[in-house]
């Protein structure tokens, strides 16, 4: 038999053995703490506790979810001299088989292949855990991993509900753990140069900051019942989410567009852009949100979320900002621009200029030119520098660009926008944490239900 074969029949027993989900999370809640382990759990995460390298090591990595994404980030942690991927972990065998292949290109030895996420948390090789599953396993994987004394990349968005983006963030905190965020533009270096400008006063006093996102995604039809395939294992890849079927046009992808598991557009794309808007206009919590937006193109598939979404939020203290989203329409316009007293600033993938207030350009700046992204992400060259940043935060205590503090701040703004298109009104909420006020209502989509007897929030 060949090795790949012998791999994935390896992979096809563990993914039977790990099909009890009883034994799996059961988390339990503390209140006013978020969630702490079970058992199990509890005892796994002592012995497994990861150590901060020294700076000349390498962070030994587990990539959770490599269908598209995480094979990317398995190939470019592989390429990087300070880290080995030691496993790669996939529902689907055929990911597992992929990212190993892609890891393989760049390093020796061959990381070894998982189903079940519980083999990379009780396995004491592992420092980090790099999470590109879909977003309703984005928080409890991440909590699960700092629980076990990882550190712990987790993709955009941080979570699928605010609630969880909170308790990830204690747990952080809680157990002192190196937790990134993959909002990758906070570490290109032309942004970091035009943030520090905007805080300078390049264009005066920031007011204002507007980003779109668009896309020309076709219409993914009405799912039929089918048989699980038998490279998935359906049971993990549900995890925490309440069950449903298996219907055929949801895996892989496209349960971005269901509440069920994704968060829309606004959680997959918006983040990344009203991320850096934030950060110009030295925002945290909104104060309004107002959102308006559904499927309005290819109409009468199964797509739940927005395809087309406006969202406008307004701060304290005179300041605002606005997302627009268009999956189904490629016309959109460069961005973020930002709007100050002083005079204007568009930033891009690619660069940054200023201008006066008159729109003459005072200044411009060109950073890395910038490679197509698609949808496994920017690409090495651009992802690099977001990546050494999260390992050199474990090896020598660099401060991290993305901080999952920072990174729930984003990944919120992305949910109250679709709290509010959802609800269809605006929301008042608290300029200190970012919750709803006096609209029990609309606090019901603060957190989700989960399916009993794996991971849970109680508090
Ligand atoms: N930062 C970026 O530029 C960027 C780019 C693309 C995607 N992303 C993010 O990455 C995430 C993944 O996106 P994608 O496009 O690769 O999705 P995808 O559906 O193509 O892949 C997700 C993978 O996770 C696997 N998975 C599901 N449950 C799992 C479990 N319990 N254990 C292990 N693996 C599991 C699936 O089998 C699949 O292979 C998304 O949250 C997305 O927002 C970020």
Same mark, same amino acid.
């Given at each position: 038999?060949?090795?790949?074969?012998?791999?994935?029949?390896?992979?096809?027993?563990?993914?039977?053995?790990?099909?009890?989900?009883?034994?799996?999370?059961?988390?339990? $809640?503390?209140?006013?703490?978020? /969630?702490?382990?079970?058992?199990?759990?509890? &005892?796994?995460?002592?012995?497994?506790?990861?150590?901060?390298?020294?700076?000349?090591?390498?962070?030994?990595? =587990?990539?959770?979810?490599?269908?598209?994404?995480?094979?990317?980030?398995?190939?470019?942690?592989?390429?990087?001299?300070?880290?080995?991927?030691?496993?790669?972990?996939?529902?689907?065998?055929?990911?597992?088989?992929?990212?190993? =292949?892609? @890891?393989?290109?760049?390093?020796?030895?061959?990381?070894?292949?998982?189903?079940?996420?519980?083999?990379?948390?009780?396995?004491?090789?592992?420092?980090?855990?790099?999470?590109?599953?879909?977003? +309703?396993? +984005?928080?409890?994987? =991440?909590?699960? !991993?700092?629980?076990?004394?990882? +550190?712990?990349?987790?993709?955009? *968005?941080?979570?699928?509900?605010?609630?969880?983006?909170?308790?990830?963030?204690?747990?952080?905190?809680?157990?002192?753990?190196? @937790?990134?965020?993959?909002?990758?533009?906070?570490?290109?270096? +032309?942004?970091?140069?035009?943030?520090?400008?905007?805080?300078? !006063?390049?264009?005066?006093?920031? #007011?204002? %900051?507007?980003?779109?996102?668009?896309?020309?995604?076709?219409? /993914? $039809?009405? !799912?039929?019942?089918?048989?699980?395939?038998?490279?998935?294992? #359906?049971?993990?890849?549900?995890?925490?989410? *309440?069950?449903?079927? #298996?219907?055929?046009?949801?895996?892989?992808?496209?349960?971005?567009?269901?509440?069920?598991?994704?968060?829309?557009? %606004?959680?997959?794309?918006?983040?990344?852009?009203?991320?850096?808007?934030?950060?110009?206009?030295?925002?945290?919590? *909104?104060?309004?949100?107002? %959102?308006?937006? $559904?499927?309005?193109?290819?109409?009468?598939?199964?797509?739940?979320?927005?395809?087309?979404?406006?969202?406008?939020?307004?701060?304290?203290?005179?300041?605002?900002?606005?997302?627009?989203?268009?999956?189904?329409?490629?016309?959109?316009? *460069?961005?973020?621009?930002?709007?100050?007293?002083?005079?204007?600033?568009?930033?891009?993938?690619?660069?940054?200029?200023?201008?006066?207030?008159?729109?003459?350009?005072?200044?411009? @700046?060109?950073?890395?030119? =910038?490679?197509?992204?698609?949808?496994?992400?920017?690409?090495?060259?651009?992802?690099?520098?977001?990546?050494?940043?999260?390992?050199?935060?474990?090896?020598?205590?660099?401060?991290?660009?993305?901080?999952?503090?920072?990174?729930?701040?984003?990944?919120?703004?992305?949910?109250?926008?679709?709290?509010?298109?959802?609800?269809?009104?605006?929301?008042?909420?608290?300029?200190?944490?970012?919750?709803?006020?006096?609209?029990?209502?609309?606090?019901?989509?603060?957190?989700?239900?989960?399916?009993? $007897?794996?991971? &849970?929030?109680?508090?």
């Amino acid at each position: 038999m060949h090795q790949a074969d012998r791999d994935r029949e390896k992979v096809k027993g563990s993914s039977r053995k790990s099909a009890s989900r009883r034994e799996f999370i059961t988390c339990v $809640g503390v209140a006013g703490m978020g /969630i702490t382990a079970a058992p199990a759990i509890r &005892a796994m995460s002592q012995s497994s506790q990861a150590k901060v390298a020294g700076a000349n090591q390498r962070v030994r990595v =587990a990539i959770m979810g490599t269908n598209s994404r995480g094979d990317a980030l398995a190939g470019s942690f592989a390429r990087l001299p300070g880290a080995e991927v030691v496993a790669v972990c996939d529902v689907d065998t055929r990911a597992i088989a992929k990212a190993q =292949a892609t @890891v393989e290109k760049h390093q020796r030895p061959r990381p070894k292949g998982v189903t079940d996420l519980r083999r990379i948390l009780d396995d004491a090789s592992v420092d980090a855990l790099v999470i590109a599953a879909p977003d +309703h396993w +984005h928080a409890p994987a =991440a909590i699960l !991993g700092i629980e076990a004394g990882k +550190h712990v990349y987790v993709e955009k *968005p941080c979570s699928h509900n605010p609630r969880e983006g909170e308790l990830l963030v204690e747990a952080a905190r809680r157990r002192n753990r190196v @937790v990134q965020m993959g909002s990758q533009r906070r570490s290109y270096p +032309h942004i970091i140069e035009a943030m520090t400008a905007l805080k300078s !006063g390049i264009i005066g006093r920031v #007011y204002y %900051s507007r980003s779109c996102y668009n896309n020309n995604r076709g219409p /993914i $039809g009405t !799912g039929k019942q089918a048989p699980v395939p038998e490279w998935l294992d #359906y049971e993990l890849w549900q995890g925490p989410a *309440p069950r449903r079927p #298996y219907l055929d046009n949801r895996i892989h992808y496209n349960w971005h567009w269901f509440w069920h598991w994704g968060t829309g557009e %606004s959680g997959n794309n918006a983040v990344h852009f009203m991320d850096l808007c934030r950060w110009g206009l030295e925002i945290e919590y *909104p104060i309004l949100v107002s %959102s308006v937006g $559904g499927r309005y193109c290819h109409r009468g598939d199964d797509w739940e979320t927005p395809d087309t979404q406006s969202i406008v939020f307004e701060f304290e203290g005179g300041k605002s900002m606005m997302w627009e989203g268009l999956s189904c329409s490629t016309l959109g316009y *460069p961005g973020p621009t930002f709007h100050g007293e002083g005079g204007n600033m568009l930033v891009t993938d690619n660069g940054y200029t200023v201008y006066d207030e008159k729109s003459k350009v005072v200044k411009e @700046v060109k950073g890395e030119a =910038a490679s197509p992204v698609d949808l496994t992400g920017p690409g090495f060259s651009k992802d690099v520098a977001h990546l050494n940043n999260f390992l050199k935060a474990i090896t020598s205590g660099e401060k991290l660009n993305a901080p999952i503090e920072e990174g729930h701040k984003s990944t919120l703004l992305g949910h109250l926008g679709n709290i509010a298109a959802r609800k269809q009104r605006t929301l008042h909420c608290d300029g200190k944490t970012g919750h709803v006020l006096g609209d029990t209502d609309a606090m019901t989509l603060w957190s989700r239900e989960y399916e009993p $007897g794996w991971w &849970a929030p109680k508090s």
